[in-house]
Structure formats: C-alpha cells, structure tokens
C-alpha cells in the first residue's frame, strides 16, 4: 500500500493540511515545476529516499526533465552527503525515467 493513502486513512485532518502546504509550494512562483522537481529529487536522494524518487522522477519527466538533468540533479548530491544516495536512488530513478513514457 501507498504509505501516503496510509497516512490519509489513519491521519485525514493532518494529511489535508499536509496536501495545503503542497500545494501553496507549488503555486510559488520563483521556480518552474520542472525545477521545482528536480530540487526535491535531489534533496530526496540526499537523504535516500527511493520511495520518493520513485514518484518525483515519474512528475519530473512529464514537466520535461532529461535523462541528464535527473542524473545530473542526483550525482550532485556525492559532495555533501556521500554516495549513499547516489548508490541507492540512482538506479531507481534511471529505471523510473527509463520505464515512463
């Protein structure tokens, strides 16, 4: 199960105000979508998330992301956090971008 339908199952209140605070942040407007998306795969493979990789890289591509760009937006995590995201979100983010038409 979708760890975000959990969260909406067992936590509905917060998880609307959750939904709220998405939303107002992607109707900011000193960044793009696409870059907006990028930003958060980088920062989510900085910390090892593939779970969010999984989806973000799937959204990233539909705005227009590039192979590079989502390679590129990963590799530059190494020099602050190590290859520990590198190791673990790399492939599954090049197996996402490859897969999603």
């Known amino acids: 199960m979708n760890p ?7 936590a509905p209140e917060i998880a609307m105000a959750f939904d709220g605070l998405i939303e107002a942040l992607k109707s900011t407007t000193g960044l793009d979508a696409k870059t907006k998306q990028l930003v958060y795969i980088g920062i989510k493979s900085s910390m090892g998330d593939t779970t969010a990789i999984y989806y973000h890289v799937a959204m990233a591509k539909k705005l227009g992301a590039t192979r590079a760009e989502i390679r590129d937006t990963i590799l530059i995590t190494l020099s602050v956090c190590g290859l520990k995201g590198v190791a673990s979100c790399l492939p599954v983010a090049l197996d996402v971008y490859d897969k999603t038409e």
């Open 4 to 10: 975000l339908d959990i969260f909406q199952k067992e």
